[in-house]
């Protein structure tokens, strides 16, 4: 039996994992949302962790631009947050999986960022997940993973897909950005990943440190635009390109956001599917569930 605890339950990846959970022989999960588990509490991590085997963290901020103006409380959350977990993981026993962000990198490079490849965030929200990176690793150094992803879309949550294809019901044609290259994520895909990391971990198999939990390949957003247009039986011509600048943000992103995955050989695990394959397998399972959603989930 394997005691696992995954917080941030409620939230896009955080359902797909406590789904992918439940279904693994042995597994005994804890799934906690924000009402049952504020990360920022001490005495609530601490009664939460004990007992457990195994904790991800994916609970977190996730206002990128909402975090500009408020790098305090989002730091609180992503840094300090990490930081309790990972000292109670230590104090009890329990090994840790912090999911971080493609956004601790600058974004200017011109080829796959590797693992151990030097960080310099460009936005708050960068520097307060690297805040939670650099715990996790600080108390957690023979039993701590983190694992970077980027540009998540799922069933159970707002994301750049589904938004995509909401437009696409309204709107004759979309300017879409075609200057960010990044790696387009299922998380149903991450969660089946992150199974099989934490099962590695505990089984010694897996050293501790950074992997990147993306998909294979690379894709600008208009790209990424274009392929669910594709998939979803809609004209790909309906998308244009444009460029960022279109869109002013109070958070300046990374241009260029793709990742090596080199260290899941370590672990005896093969990289993530290439993004397209990952999105015509994710749009039918997409579909399907919001045609089972009740009104106004």
Not at 10 to 22: N, P, Q, W
């Amino acid at each position: 039996m394997t005691r696992w605890l995954v917080t941030g339950a409620g939230g896009m990846l955080g359902r797909d994992l406590t789904d992918v959970l439940t279904a693994v022989p042995g597994a005994v999960v804890t799934g906690a949302v924000r009402a049952d588990l504020d990360i920022t509490d001490p005495a609530a991590v601490d009664a939460a962790v004990a007992g457990q085997d195994l904790v991800v963290n994916t609970a977190g901020w996730t206002d990128v631009d909402g975090a500009e103006s408020a790098e305090a409380a989002a730091t609180r959350v992503n840094g300090t947050g990490a930081r309790l977990l990972a000292a109670a993981c230590a104090r009890h026993g329990a090994a840790m999986l912090q999911i971080s962000t493609d956004y601790v990198f600058a974004g200017d490079a011109g080829h796959p960022y590797p693992e151990d490849a030097p960080t310099a965030p460009v936005n708050a929200y960068g520097r307060g997940k690297l805040a939670g990176e650099r715990a996790v690793r600080e108390l957690l150094p023979d039993s701590g993973y983190v694992v970077r992803t980027a540009w998540m879309y799922g069933a159970h949550g707002r994301n750049f897909v589904t938004t995509m294809l909401g437009l696409a019901a309204r709107r004759d044609t979309l300017d879409v950005v075609d200057d960010q290259l990044g790696q387009p994520t299922w998380t149903r895909s991450l969660a089946v990943r992150l199974a099989a990391l934490g099962d590695a971990a505990l089984a010694g198999r897996a050293p501790a440190g950074v992997y990147h939990g993306t998909a294979g390949g690379e894709v600008t957003w208009y790209g990424l635009a274009r392929a669910a247009f594709a998939l979803s039986g809609l004209d790909p011509e309906r998308v244009r390109p444009t460029t960022s600048d279109r869109f002013v943000r109070a958070a300046q992103r990374p241009a260029y956001s793709v990742l090596s995955h080199d260290r899941w050989a370590l672990a005896g695990l093969p990289p993530m599917p290439p993004w397209h394959q990952d999105l015509a397998a994710a749009l039918p399972v997409m579909a399907a569930t919001a045609v089972g959603a009740a009104p106004g989930s």
